[in-house]
Structures are given as C-alpha cells and as structure tokens.
C-alpha cells in the first residue's frame, strides 16, 4: 500500500467559478468509475485465477488419493442415489379430467 495523503486543491476550490467546480466533480466522479470498472475486472480476474488454481489443486489431490486407491478413478463409477422423486408416478394415481375440480371464471368467485 502506498501511503499517499489526499490533499485537495483548496486554493481551486476556493476561487473556481461553479461551472468550473462541476466540471471538476465530473471528472472526479468519472475517474472514480473508471477505477471501479478496473477494480471489477481485477476482482473476477482475481476470482477467476484461485478457481482455476483450486480445481487444479482438487485434480491433483483426487489423482493422488486414486493411485493410492482410496478414490474411484470417475464419478461414474459410483452409483447413482435413487431419489423418491425419480420416477413418475403411476397413472391410476393420476387425477382422471372428470375427477379434476372445475376452475371458476375470474369474474365468478365464490
């Protein structure tokens, strides 16, 4: 970190006319976007690199721990947990249309 101190242009802000003052702002204001922009992009820059770094990390750790034989060499290789969900349900459990409850008009609620 530098330890650069701000020190603001007093004299200018002192004997700046209004307009020039809002130009001033404008400029800051814009710069300080720009620098928000290059702030955002270092960040997913940033986020980007240590993601890639981690699953390189996890690769090398899964490859390690597979020669040893601890871990299954693919995903795949492990059965597929069944969730109760899964399958679609019979259709004598389905509601026949005549079994449907009828839906009213928008305008005729009880």
Do not use: K
């Amino acid at each position: 970190m530098s330890d650069c101190r701000l020190t603001p242009p007093w004299d200018f802000f002192h004997d700046a006319s209004i307009a020039s003052l809002e130009s001033y702002e404008l400029s800051r204001l814009n710069s300080a976007a720009n620098l928000r922009r290059q702030v955002t992009a270092l960040l997913d820059q940033w986020v980007d690199d240590n993601s890639q770094a981690l699953l390189a990390r996890w690769m090398r750790d899964r490859r390690a721990q597979h020669r040893l034989g601890s871990v299954p060499p693919t995903f795949d290789s492990q059965p597929q947990i069944v969730l109760p969900f899964d399958h679609p349900a019979a259709p004598e459990l389905l509601p026949h249309r005549h079994d449907r409850v009828p839906r009213l008009a928008r305008g005729h609620r009880r």
